[in-house]
């Protein structure tokens, strides 16, 4: 994985979620990333969704997240693309505590959610 890649998914992760690990992972599935790397795009997959490890639901008729699982990894993937779309400008530049503003904002509160790891597929 490209240190610049993984630095911007670290920096973004301890702004909304201080203490939480960025773990790359390898799991089984498909994805249009197949045809991007083909064509020699490097492609990574990363989420900023956190479920119940005690209720997963993946792919079934009843597949579902928590409202605040959802609008926090909204703001994380938003935070992520604004920062890599950016060529050539530092992570440093980033005013502090901007993305954590934004979670606050659109959950209305902190997260204080133990078990939480941001994975990179």
Do not use: C
């Not at 249009?32 to 990574?44: E, F, M, N, V």
């Not at 980033?94 to 078990?115: F, I, K, M, N």
């Amino acid at each position: 994985m490209r240190p610049d890649v993984l630095n911007t998914i670290s920096h973004v992760t301890s702004q909304l979620w201080p203490g939480v690990p960025v773990v790359p992972t390898m799991v089984m599935g498909a994805t249009d990333g197949k045809s991007l790397r083909a064509a020699g795009i490097p492609t990574y997959g990363v989420q900023g969704f956190f479920m119940d490890r005690n209720d997963l639901r993946f792919h079934g008729r009843d597949e579902r997240m928590s409202v605040q699982s959802f609008y926090e990894g909204q703001t994380f993937l938003y935070e992520l693309v604004k920062i890599l779309s950016k060529a050539g400008e530092s992570i440093a530049a980033l005013p502090p505590g901007s993305s954590q503003d934004l979670a606050e904002a659109a959950v209305g509160g902190t997260s204080e959610r133990a078990h939480k790891i941001v994975q990179i597929l």
